[in-house]
């Protein structure tokens, strides 16, 4: 598959996954049983899956195609017992096949945020791409210099939760058009108080989380992910998502719940432990929930 991206790149895509132990054990993989990983990323839970259990089968999505390429190589060993797809989970249709379980690893990779051509972070400059599969045409630029200020507010809000989110907005408006990352960030920073500009996090963060999530149409996706990935479960099949912020952990919870085919087996969720926290700092916001097809 075309990847769009020099070899070295492809192979360096790297992305430590988290809640591992607890997802495998959570799945409770069975021998020759057939699963979705609906976010493949680097390989890391679809290579824990295939090695679970003898003669484990895995079909592997992901809309970025730095990561198919990625996981291919990676799963290469196995490759006679993994299918790849590449695009949106949410557009996913299963042709004749149920399976015994199910995994989503949500948000934005550790390898999207250190590839600085990819826009998703301000800590190199980079123009404002953000998106996730590289087909489509909608780019971080053209939500932050296009959307209105009313809009551009209510982003920063909703998906970022963003406490000026209208004062941003309007500096953000007023300073357009904007190409690169950093000069976004700037722009950010500098239409804040003082104390905030040098508060524990950049102030350029929730904005940017809030933008990506936006581009993205993450939230739509997920919503239509969980009332669509139940009916792919065999009875007795489990699904596990993993989820990084509070808005996605919200729509998780009440889905699974609501769905009249699952029994939630995650009462809370599972959260990382001190050493996994301690050794993947981006897993420290990590949360998991799993439910199980009843019939």
Not at 185 to 193: F, K, L, R, T
Not at 231 to 254: C, M, Q, V, Y
């Amino acid at each position: 598959m075309e990847t769009g991206f020099e070899e070295g790149k492809t192979l360096a895509f790297a992305h430590v996954s988290v809640l591992s132990r607890e997802v495998v054990e959570g799945l409770n993989i069975l021998p020759g049983g057939h699963y979705l990983d609906a976010t493949v990323g680097g390989g890391g839970h679809s290579q824990l899956i295939l090695t679970a259990a003898p003669k484990v089968q895995i079909t592997a999505i992901d809309r970025d195609a730095q990561a198919i390429a990625a996981a291919k190589a990676k799963l290469a060993p196995y490759s006679a017992r993994v299918q790849f797809w590449h695009g949106n989970f949410a557009e996913y249709e299963p042709i004749d096949t149920l399976f015994e379980g199910i995994i989503a690893d949500l948000g934005v990779s550790s390898a999207q945020l250190d590839f600085p051509e990819r826009g998703f972070s301000f800590r190199h400059r980079a123009d404002l791409d953000m998106r996730m599969d590289q087909r489509q045409s909608l780019t971080a630029a053209d939500a932050i210099n296009h959307w209105s200020e009313v809009q551009l507010a209510d982003v920063f809000y909703k998906y970022g939760e963003e406490r000026l989110s209208r004062r941003i907005a309007r500096a953000v408006v007023n300073k357009r058009p904007f190409q690169t990352t950093s000069e976004l960030a700037e722009a950010i920073a500098s239409s804040v108080p003082r104390k905030y500009r040098y508060g524990r996090i950049h102030p350029a963060t929730r904005v940017f989380q809030a933008l990506r999530i936006a581009v993205n149409q993450e939230i739509e996706s997920l919503e239509t992910f969980v009332n669509k990935a139940p009916n792919w479960l065999k009875p007795g099949g489990t699904i596990a998502i993993i989820s990084f912020h509070s808005l996605e952990d919200r729509i998780i919870k009440h889905s699974l719940r609501d769905s009249p085919i699952l029994k939630v087996l995650t009462k809370k969720p599972v959260t990382p432990q001190d050493q996994e926290r301690e050794d993947n700092r981006r897993s420290r916001s990590a949360k998991l929930r799993l439910a199980q097809r009843i019939y």
